[in-house]
């Protein structure tokens, strides 16, 4: 092969993964999941740091452990009774909180185009999820407010990993902290969803704020009604 071949089939690699795998610097970039070709969508962002802290010196016993199906414009009076049940205290920082998901669950709705959400946002403190696996569902947004974030292997790597499990010797990939990322899942069609997994953290004293949205199924709860 000489090497201007070589460097075709490299650029033509390149161009192949980064098609599969699209990073983005901005919540509007995340539709581009909706391109064909696209599994994974990553949202490079950072917190505000006053609100990352905040997160980050919470009690545990008041991180919400909340689920609801939810039209977008419905969210904050839904999430907010919610919040004060978990003992989280109002405030401008939990008012931040709640505008970053109520933002998410409003792209999510508007990429999926979805009239409800299922909105998942809970503390873990044990192995959730660890297994490699693709999610039974056509597409999934996540995000990690605080502890170590989803994990996920590339396509040519996979099978791999669902085969080997806790033996999967990598290369593995993981999320930047407070990344937002939306993967498409085995329901998409044949072939289609990123192999990912929760991190393992039990007995590490570790616990993850996690945010999960997906459209609605028949596992999702009954619809929120106001009273």
């Keep these: 092969m000489t090497p201007l071949s070589q460097e075709r089939r490299t650029l033509q690699r390149s161009d192949a993964e980064s098609s599969v795998v699209r990073n983005c610097d901005a919540r509007d970039g995340l539709a581009a999941i909706k391109e064909p070709a696209t599994q994974l969508v990553i949202w490079r ?13 919470l009690e545990v016993s008041s991180l919400p452990e909340i ?3 939810i039209e977008p414009g419905e969210l904050r009076p839904a999430l907010e009774p919610l919040l004060d049940d978990c003992g989280l205290d109002a405030g401008e920082m939990r008012d931040l909180l709640v505008e970053d998901v109520a933002g998410l669950v409003r792209t999510f709705a508007e990429v999926t185009n979805s009239e409800l959400v299922d909105v998942r946002l809970e503390r873990v403190d044990h192995d959730a999820c660890w297994k490699f696996h693709r999610d039974s569902v056509a597409a999934r947004l996540v995000t990690t407010y605080r502890g170590p974030t989803t994990e996920w292997v590339r396509m040519e790597h ?6 080997d499990q806790k033996e999967f010797a990598g290369p593995l990939e993981r999320l930047g902290d407070h990344d937002v990322a939306i993967f498409k899942g085995s329901c998409a069609g044949p072939g289609e969803g990123v192999v990912h997994r929760s991190p393992p953290i039990a007995g590490t004293g570790r616990t993850r704020l996690f945010l999960c949205l997906n459209q609605r199924t028949v596992v999702s709860p009954d619809p929120w009604a106001e009273g």
């Design 67 to 69: 689920r609801i199906l």
């Design 158 to 163: 996979a099978e791999r990993a669902l085969l």
């Design 45 to 57: 962002r950072a917190l505000p740091s006053r609100l990352r802290d905040w997160i980050d010196r």
